[in-house]
């Protein structure tokens, strides 16, 4: 009976928090077709203003502090999402955000490079002899410059050409691209250097956001019905939809769900 009686209590929990889903913070509409995860932001009335990444015509693209980059995908449940690197000026082992410095991120802003990327520099100076990077002769770049049929061929007549994962203690702000030091490079998510050039997948970039924080809020309507707008605890000034008791906030929903020791109890 006890049990019964506890299954039903789980059941219409479930459902109660099922029906707030629908009166959470505002997920952004999707963007030609592809979903704008909470907290990712493509206008001021959706998402979390941290977040922000652009909705263009129909497709999603990053911007970082001085350049834009397609979004090839984006992974809500690891918080990841994978832009897709620079092409190469045509005919040349020089890619076209060399202007920029190469992919330089805010590093005010809850997005950082994760550990997963591999990436290949090329057409470097002997500068990068003294890094740590690998730039050996059978470092993996030589490999992907022979294997690949497409824009990296041209690299084979550059000077030096460089590998690394990213991670340890490199910057996980910045993919440096400069006259001083690479002039071209490209990134792989993943990858598994024991296969093939052929095998390997699309180029790609993986960055990573941190959890947001409770909503900022003005007044009691900017929150859902289960939270009040309140003085942020970590003293930063800031108003926001703090969770009432019972609920916790859930930051890949972006909702303050019934916290599980309250459906328990
Ligand atoms: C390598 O970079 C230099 C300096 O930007 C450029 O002049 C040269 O054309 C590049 N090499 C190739 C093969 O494109
Ligand atoms: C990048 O942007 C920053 C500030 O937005 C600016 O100071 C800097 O000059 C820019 N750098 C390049 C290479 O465009
Ligand atoms: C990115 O930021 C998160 C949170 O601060 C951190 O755990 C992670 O190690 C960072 N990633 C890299 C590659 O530094
Ligand atoms: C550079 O990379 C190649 C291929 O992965 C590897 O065989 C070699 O040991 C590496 N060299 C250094 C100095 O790490
Ligand atoms: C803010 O407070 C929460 C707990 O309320 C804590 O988990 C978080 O790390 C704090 N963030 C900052 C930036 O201090």
Known sequence: MASISKRLLL???????????ATSVTRCPDCGGAAVPYPLS???TCGDQLYKIRCDAGSLKFDTLNNTYPILSINPLTQRLVIRPSNFIPNTCVTVDIAHGGIKLNSNLP?????????????????LLRSPLNCSSTSLCHSYIKGSRGEATKCEMAQLCCTF????????Y??????????????????DPSLGVGQWPEPGL???WLLPREPVCNTEADCDGNA????????TGLRRCVCNSGFVWDPVAGICSQSERFLLD
């Open 165 to 172: 994962r990213t991670g340890g203690s490199s910057n996980s």
């Open 42 to 44: 493509t206008s001021p």
């Open 111 to 127: 997005f950082n490079v994760t550990s997963g990327n591999t990436i290949l520099y090329f057409n470097c100076t002997d500068l």
């Open 228 to 235: 009040v707008c309140g003085v942020d605890p970590n003293g």
């Open 206 to 208: 993986e960055l990573q």
């Open 174 to 191: 910045m993919i440096r691209v400069r006259e001083s030091g690479c002039r071209a490079y490209t990134s792989f998510v993943n990858l």
């Open 11 to 21: 059941f219409v929990a479930a459902l109660l928090a099922t029906a707030k889903m």
